[in-house]
């Protein structure tokens, strides 16, 4: 198993945890709302702060994971032999012109 692999595990592993904890916070709070301890319209608040974060949490992940993947790219190109980078350059023009 590679360090990208074992990395992309941790960083779902993190996302997971958070999706489960935020669901589970939004069942705390409706169970609160229901209780009478929070009225609807605070839960309403509390759960929108709850969605706002984990979706904060789940950019981040996702753009350290971008980047780690380019940096990865970057370092393989840097191994690559002269024929192989003439290659490579000539795949990505050929894309580029394709868009």
């Given at each position: ?41 605070q ?11 984990a ?45």
């Amino acid at each position: 198993m590679s360090i990208s692999e074992d990395l992309k595990k941790i960083v779902l592993a993190g996302i997971g945890a958070a999706a489960v904890t935020c669901e589970k916070s939004k069942e705390i709070v409706d169970s609160l709302v229901e209780k009478g301890e929070l009225t609807v319209a605070q839960g309403k608040v509390i759960n929108e702060e709850l969605k706002r974060r984990a979706t904060e949490k789940k950019e981040t992940a996702d753009a350290q994971k971008a980047e780690q993947a380019a940096s990865q790219i970057l370092d393989a190109v840097d191994t690559l032999t002269p024929e192989q980078r003439a290659t490579l350059k000539a795949k990505l023009e050929q894309l580029d012109t394709d868009e």
